[in-house]
Nanobody, 133 residues
């Protein structure tokens, strides 16, 4: 199911920046006990990788390769999830997806969710990021 919508991808030179935006339905925030939001990516010939996740208490987690370069954030009032990507490298090139993991009870832990894409209930269609050297 395509329930979220990403934008902001494109082609940039190494060292450049992009900000990805994901529009999130309001019921994700208000209809469940807890949630995590995430950005995932997949390049040709490689498995899907969790890039960054953020929980409803704003705690966040990142895969090692993007730490210090990427920042995930959310603005619930605007129904928006963001991924600020700085110092981009060619190996960051991939299709990027935003996703939401909702829970009926108990908290969602961002570090737990980062490695478990299969838990996410809602997905966007993806936005392409290409970084040239």
């Amino acid at each position: 199911q395509v329930q979220l919508a990403e934008s902001g991808g494109g082609s940039v030179q190494a060292g450049g920046s992009l900000r990805l935006t994901c529009v999130v339905p309001g019921y994700i925030y208000r209809g469940y006990s807890s949630y995590c939001m995430g950005w995932f990516r997949q390049a040709p010939g490689k498995e899907r990788e969790g890039v960054a996740t953020i929980a409803d208490d704003d705690s966040s987690s990142y895969t090692h390769s993007v730490q210090g370069r990427f920042a995930i954030s959310q603005d619930n009032a605007k129904n928006a999830l963001y991924l600020q990507m700085n110092s981009l490298k060619p190996e960051d090139s991939a299709m990027y997806y935003c996703a939401a993991y909702t829970r009926e009870e108990g908290p969602c832990y961002s570090d737990y969710a980062l490695e478990r894409a299969e838990l996410f209930n809602y997905w966007g269609q993806g936005t392409q990021v290409t970084v040239s050297s």
